[in-house]
């Protein structure tokens, strides 16, 4: 058995998971996983130590599968990550660009290209994912094809970036989780920027809501996200997903806690973790 850690991702080798895997763990091997349960499943069972798993985009907006997967999995939360998304025109390498008439990729990814595609002439066809129409490409040589997917896709398939960034607006940013089935990962130390993540369900009575958040905005503390979602498909069992900055045990937060709990059925905290330097518009 390897003694190197693994990182659990969804998705085909190339996938911009994969490549926000080697971007911050670069010390862990990659494991590629069909779906969002098999990866959950990986770092569950100990194969992987960790799980990098998408959130939301600021294009696409949330992926909504982890919101369902994470509170039941008995996963914690201990980092976030934002990747800039970052579409390579790629093709094989004896291809010339002047040749290509064809595109292939992720119907976001070809969106997100579209002004760039009708610029260079070439035609859009949409298939499964990123990183699969890099692989198809490098098993189907064809020198009137190209794929547009991550620079991570272009090196493990061998083929050869044509025009670099080629996204229409350059601000596309994925937020990434990661996660461990540690019971009680260390907390980031005091006074360090982190974030907080929960999941509460509040009690069937008037205003519920809305005196549960209230010790938020009495303590000024900054709520980040606040989603809700269903679960066990019915419509009366409302599940809300929230993010604050800061800990949990600081005195205003802690306040504010107290009264999420009083006014809820359910609460548990998912994770707290280091914020990423850009939250907070730093260079990495």
Not at 94 to 105: C, G
Not at 156 to 162: R, S
Not at 211 to 230: C, D, I, P, R, V
Request: net charge negative; proline share 7%.
């Amino acid at each position: 058995m390897s003694s190197v850690p693994s990182i659990a991702y969804q998705g085909e080798p190339g996938a911009f998971s994969h490549e926000a895997c080697r971007t911050w763990f670069p010390s862990h091997r990659p494991e590629a996983c069909p779906t969002f349960e098999d990866a959950f499943d990986a770092v569950q069972s100990g194969r992987c130590a960790l799980g990098m798993i998408p959130v939301e985009n600021s294009v696409a907006g949330r992926v909504s599968d982890v919101h369902h997967l994470l509170p039941k999995s008995g996963l914690k939360i201990v980092g976030e990550h934002f990747l800039p998304i970052r579409m390579q025109l790629m093709a094989n390498p004896d291809t010339r660009f002047e040749d290509v008439q064809i595109a292939a990729s992720h119907p976001m990814a070809l969106l997100q290209c579209r002004i760039s595609l009708r610029r260079f002439g070439i035609k859009a066809e949409v298939v499964a994912d990123t990183a699969g129409s890099a692989r198809d490409l490098s098993e189907n040589p064809d020198p009137r094809r190209a794929a547009i997917a991550s620079a991570t896709a272009a090196e493990l398939y061998g083929l050869k970036i044509l025009k670099k960034d080629i996204e229409d607006a350059h601000g596309n940013t994925t937020r990434f989780l990661v996660l461990t089935a540690e019971a009680e990962p260390r907390w980031p130390a005091p006074g360090a920027p982190c974030m907080t993540s929960f999941v509460f369900k509040v009690k069937n009575q008037p205003a519920a809501l809305y005196k549960a958040l209230g010790g938020f905005a009495t303590g000024g503390l900054n709520m980040t996200k606040l989603e809700s979602y269903t679960e066990d498909g019915g419509f009366a069992s409302t599940v809300f997903y929230c993010e604050v900055e800061g800990r949990p045990d600081d005195p205003a937060a802690a306040r504010a806690f107290d009264e999420v709990k009083f006014f809820s059925s359910r609460f548990e905290i998912l994770g707290v973790y280091p914020s990423d330097p850009a939250r907070r518009g730093e260079a990495r």
